[in-house]
């Protein structure tokens, strides 16, 4: 019986994997790195990590003479771990640890303003941007609008908002909490229903100013804010957290040039019709905030309801 | 000499392995102290590589077993029988059986290279590569729900999307003769000969082996290019691409060259282009959208380790020149 030291490392490699993933649902880190929508694939990918590992396994002790079945017909675009070891090998198992070792011994960060600053917040952007487009923008809106009537589909619940999602909230939820949005006193900007609310709001600010709203967020400062004003952020996650998106609101109040960047706050206040480089959008007026911990959920899923 | 060395790389394996299982055991220790301090944009850059990562291995995996699959139990006789003999209805066959494989940019690349040594051509093995992750239920229904359930940008998008894969497909079907795969399998009818003798559970285990090895293959290409896309999103502001001006062609090449750096998976990035619909024409994002699912930067890594270098250069500018064209037509519609 012969060690075969590439199969070996092979195996090693695959086991990490299968821990890796593994870890990742046990201690719930992987809401940190991808949408929890995903859940199922990367589970999946547990299973079949461990199924390769299982079959990596026997490989280990078979030497370099005693060929599998394989190795008569099948020449090589890829290795089957007979050859001697050389440089270029030593490379390619040092890249699949690398992201193993990294993964292992870093613990998840938090997306905070220096990723927001190099992807742009919505306010940049606006700056930046042409007006007529809001043009293309109604005609989206107005088609949603008509298809909604025609189809008879809620419109809370798809417009702007994607496909699964464990943020799951049932029709009758999703229809209390946009009446709540329409009646309540405050507006509560929680967890569940933030893209939905900060959707609403953006679309059309004339209609909610002078509402009261609370929400929570990061401190972003960015461009050339007055010293009252920040911008109350949270990252919007699709898919995973490298297709992340700036959202929040710019917020007015006397201290904000105290905060440092990244700092959460928990913010109350008065939502009223800002300009911004000629464009319209919410602003709100703080009457009361507190720096609070950074939140469990630091980042925003999209909605998915439950259709009975 | 020789043993010399055969010595050394094998210390050199123990002594990884060492580290890797002493890694295990200090995670603890590392992350309850302070020792271990890096600068916070690692920790940042770290995240996203690996959520990149994380995204992305299901899917390889995934791919990496069909690829298995198609190296034990596919035979050149099956594929011969499949492919029609005029190079353009190989074309059109390869583009719409992407169309109808559920595929993500990164999974398809080991398929595409198995398929093609197994005797698919080229122009046909090309048109399924750039179909495959562009033109599916999960990418319609995305695209359909980012654009606020708007069916006219994600039937844009398979259209346009369609027409430039076979156009492209067609391109190098009159440009190349061979294969252009870097290494090619010289054994082929030795396995289909020793293949049939085989029994189905050593078949199925042999599928399994082949998918650990083109596991490993891949991996490190994925790896790197996932490593590229999030040193960029870490430290390059996106905002230096708005500096190119206004106007229909600077926004599309603006949006082109965003869908390529950012490398987003094909059933995410409907709504990050869903998002620039205030700052740029939907001619734009309609190219942000078709071109990204075709190349992208850890996809031309992947690649180029399966197909010749220049190969590879040729179809990056074939994709986007001819992307750009069609989609540059749309606005005209």
Not at chain 1, 67 to 81: A, I
Not at chain 1, 204 to 214: D, L, S, V, Y
Not at chain 2, 139 to 150: H, R
Request: charged share 15%; with cysteine; aromatic share 14%.
């Amino acid at each position: 019986m012969q060690l075969n030291t590439q199969h070996l490392l092979k195996a090693v490699l695959i086991g990490l994997f299968t821990l890796f993933f593994a870890n990742l649902h046990l201690t719930g880190d992987i809401a940190k790195y991808i949408n929890p929508k995903y859940d199922f694939m990367s589970k999946l990918a547990v299973g079949i990590f461990f199924i390769l590992f299982m079959i990596q396994l026997p490989r280990i002790f078979q030497g370099k003479r005693t060929h599998h079945v394989c190795s008569v017909h099948c020449s090589h675009s890829h290795d089957h771990g007979h050859g001697h070891w050389n440089f270029a090998k030593i490379i390619g198992f040092a890249i699949v640890a690398f992201p193993l070792i990294t993964g292992f011994t870093i613990p998840p960060a938090t997306l905070d303003s220096s990723i927001a600053a190099n992807k742009g917040s919505i306010l940049s952007q606006i700056s930046s941007g042409q007006k007529e487009e809001k043009s293309f923008e109604e005609s989206l809106m107005e088609n949603s609008e008509s298809l909604t009537e025609k189809e008879n589909i809620d419109i809370y619940s798809s417009d702007h908002i994607p496909l699964v999602n464990n943020n799951y909230l049932t029709e009758g939820e999703l229809k209390e909490k946009e009446r709540w949005l329409q009646d309540s006193e405050i507006i509560d900007m929680s967890e569940d229903i933030f893209i939905s609310y900060y959707s609403r709001i953006n679309e059309n600010p004339e209609a909610f100013a002078g509402r009261t709203i609370k929400l929570s967020g990061f401190v972003f400062k960015e461009g050339e804010f007055a010293v009252n004003q920040l911008v109350l952020s949270r990252f919007f996650i699709t898919h995973c957290v490298a297709d992340a998106s700036v959202i929040g609101f710019l917020t007015e109040f006397e201290g904000a040039d105290q905060l440092q960047q990244d700092s959460w706050l928990e913010i109350e206040g008065v939502l009223a019709v800002g300009n911004y480089d000629g464009y319209e959008l919410p602003i709100v007026k703080v009457t009361s905030w507190d720096v609070i911990n950074e939140p469990n959920e630091p980042y925003i899923f999209p909605i998915q309801t439950l259709v009975q | 000499m020789q043993s010399k060395l055969k010595i050394s790389t094998q210390f050199l394996v123990v002594f990884m392995l060492g580290i890797s299982i002493s890694i295990m055991f200090m995670v603890p220790i590392f992350s309850s102290s302070d020792v271990f301090t890096l600068p916070k944009s690692f920790n940042q850059f770290n995240t996203i590589f690996l959520s990149i990562l994380i995204e992305a291995i299901p899917f390889v995996l995934i791919g990496v077993l069909i690829a298995g699959f198609i190296q034990i139990f596919i035979t050149e006789d099956h594929i011969r029988a499949f492919i029609p003999k005029n190079k353009i209805l190989a074309v059109f066959m390869g583009c719409f059986v992407g169309s109808l494989f559920p595929a993500c940019e990164c999974g398809i690349v080991p398929i595409v290279r198995r398929l093609i040594e197994k005797g698919v051509p080229l122009y046909a093995g090309i048109g399924f590569l750039l179909t495959g992750p562009l033109i599916n239920p999960i990418v319609i229904l995305s695209t359909y729900m980012a654009f606020g359930n708007d069916l006219e940008m994600a039937l844009y998008r398979m259209g346009v999307g369609f027409v430039a894969a076979v156009a492209i497909a067609l391109v190098v079907s009159f440009l190349y003769k061979s294969n252009q795969l870097k290494r090619m399998n010289k054994n082929q009818n030795a396995f289909l000969k020793e293949g049939k003798r085989q029994l189905i559970g050593t078949r199925v285990s042999e599928m399994f082996k082949h998918s650990i090895d083109e596991f490993f293959d891949m991996s490190k290409y994925l790896i790197l290019g996932a490593f590229v896309a999030a040193l960029l999103q870490t430290y390059v502001s996106m905002q230096f691409l708005f500096l190119f001006g206004d106007g229909l062609i600077h926004s599309t090449i603006v949006m082109m060259a965003l869908a390529y750096f950012l490398s987003l998976c094909s059933e995410a990035d409907a709504f990050i282009g869903a998002s620039f619909k205030n700052i740029f024409p939907s001619t734009s994002i309609l190219a942000f959208l078709v071109y990204g699912p075709m190349i992208d930067l850890k996809n031309t890594i992947m690649l180029l380790s399966v197909f010749k270098a220049k190969f590879v250069f040729v179809l990056f500018m074939l994709i986007t020149s001819i992307v750009f064209t069609f989609v540059y037509l749309t606005s005209f519609l």
